[in-house]
């Protein structure tokens, strides 16, 4: 079993940046982790994913070149680092870990509760 706790979530202005973080317990190894999002009356959709074994990032191309997954393995804990936010970021942000194929459209086996993000104009 895995546990995942998002926390950083937050009100920012656009233009402003937020960083979540992502504290993962229990049997923690996974061969991915990502985030994913989900706006009122919109389905969730995949933000960026990591294999963990090689630090290899895929981004949604709406956040590419704005947001930064990473992963502190020594703290357990996965970031995504949120900058120039627009309105259309606004969601609830979700961290995932363990999928057979890890892609941004894959299942994934375990969830967080979430974090909400608003960016306001």
């Known amino acids: 079993q895995v546990q995942l706790v998002e926390s950083g979530g937050g009100s920012v202005q656009a233009g402003g940046s937020l960083r979540l973080s992502c504290a993962a317990s229990g049997d923690i190894y996974r061969n991915c982790m990502g985030w994913f999002r989900q706006a009122p009356e919109k389905e969730r959709e995949g933000v960026a994913v990591m294999i963990t074994r090689a630090l290899t990032p895929t981004y949604a191309d709406s956040v590419k070149d704005r947001f930064t997954i990473s992963l502190d393995s020594a703290k357990n804990t996965l970031y995504l680092e949120m900058n120039v936010l627009k309105p259309e970021d606004t969601a609830m942000y979700y961290c995932?870990?363990?999928?057979?194929?890890?892609?941004?459209?894959?299942?994934?086996?375990?969830w967080g509760q979430g974090t909400q993000v608003t960016v306001y104009s």
């Open positions: 995932a870990a363990d999928s057979l194929q890890c892609g941004l459209n894959s299942k994934y086996s375990y």
